[in-house]
């Protein structure tokens, strides 16, 4: 049944979506140290669509999918898992891993005009000063890390990367945009799909988009010369990146206006930072604690609600 969750559920699974992509991307170091980027792609989306294989069914409530509907999954999975993942990676190879996260942390701001310009969704001051605050969390994340990300040389070799290093911040643009997108799709699929068949078909798309060059690149590697213990990480990182965390976050967006979840991107550097604290043996500095702060500051401005709300709920109202 296509329910609508209650509004702290709603946030509560936007922030634990965001929070997983962090841990995932932390702990995947190894698999792109090993894996070429359009192999680990591919296996990622195969293993994924095994386990959704039971979401994929139309639920007898679902109404048929319109040609505008199957145009919004294609282009949710095109944009937001397929070309945000190439771009990504491949800006990040092309710059340093500062200007990458300063780029990336507009990513709150993005969403949000989107929302206003695409869904009609009116933007609240309150929600424009969390968004604020998201992208100042993100940015001073960014500029007090110090080491550079595993990514960054793996997708192209280095001689080509300097040739090519004017291409790297708008290749971060465009990862900007697609994820923004990425959302504000999202929310408009959530009015007529529920989160386990969005999540299996726009998996299903992204499979078919990287199959092509997952073949390519799987003719020429060698997978023998794999550990079972990059397997193992393979398995939760596509488990994390197509499932758990694709669902959480469309759970989510059912009840929460685009602008407002787009704020919830903030977990994805705290939770990479309290990764890299607790699993990996690295500290934190004293403007990643500031950045804690602001993130935090971010997300109760985002989620705590009105004083209009909290007359309502005195006067057992209901909001029009």
Known sequence: MNTIPSRPFAYLC???SMALVGSYVALSKPLAAVLPVFLLAWMRFGIGGVAMLHWLRKPVDE????PQTRRL???QSFLGNFLFTICMIYGVSLTDAVSAGVTLAAIPAAVA???????????APRTWAAVACAVAGIALFSLSKQ?????TG?????KNSQNFAWLGPWLLLGAVVCEAAYTVIGKKLTGSLGPKR??????LWGFVLSTPFGLYAAWHFDFAAVGWGIWTLLVFYALAACVWTVWLWMTGLKAVPAAQGGVFSVMLPVSAALVGVLVLGESLTRWQWAAFAIALASMLLATLPSRAALRVGRHGGRAG
């Open 63 to 66: 109404p048929p999918l319109t």
């Open 73 to 75: 999954l294609f282009l």
């Open 154 to 158: 793996q997708a192209l070799g280095t």
């Open 14 to 16: 936007l922030a634990l």
């Open 113 to 123: 005009v989107m929302g206003w310009a695409f869904l009609r969704e009116r933007v």
């Open 147 to 151: 080491e550079h990300s595993a990514l």
């Open 198 to 203: 969005i999540s299996s078909l726009i998996n």
